[in-house]
């Protein structure tokens, strides 16, 4: 089981960066493929990225290009930089774990951490 937090949230200026942490507990983090999500009010959980257990990693098309997941194994945590932030990236972030490959369902993911709250102004 692992227990997971982010951090790093904020306000920001369209166009702005960020960068995201998730904290992970337990002693077992490098056997999970780490996700990130995002949720806006009244809209869908939405796939931002993943990193594999062997530091494969994808985008969403909306994101490519400007946000850049990685993760350190030491330290047990992943990160999501994000450059170039658009007023519609405003939503409520969260990162998640599988024990399997790499999706961007949501309900493959067994271990989810609280949200950060992101908001881009214009």
């Known amino acids: 089981q692992v227990q997971l937090v982010e951090s790093g949230g904020g306000l920001v200026q369209a166009g702005g960066s960020l960068r995201l942490s998730c904290a992970a507990s337990?002693?077992?983090?490098?056997?999970?493929?780490m996700g990130w999500f995002r949720q806006a009010p009244g809209k869908e959980r939405e796939y931002i990225s993943y990193i594999s257990r062997s530091d494969g990693t994808y985008y969403a098309n909306s994101v490519k290009g400007r946000f850049t997941i990685s993760r350190d194994n030491a330290k047990n945590t992943v990160y999501l930089q994000m450059n170039k932030l658009k007023p519609g990236a405003t939503a409520v972030y969260y990162c998640?774990?599988?024990?399997?490959?790499?999706?961007?369902?949501?309900?493959?993911?067994?271990?989810w951490g609280q949200g950060t709250q992101v908001t881009v102004s214009s």
């Open positions: 998640a774990a599988t024990r399997g490959l790499g999706t961007p369902r949501p309900r493959d993911h067994s271990y």
């Open positions: 337990g002693r077992t983090f490098s056997s999970y493929t």
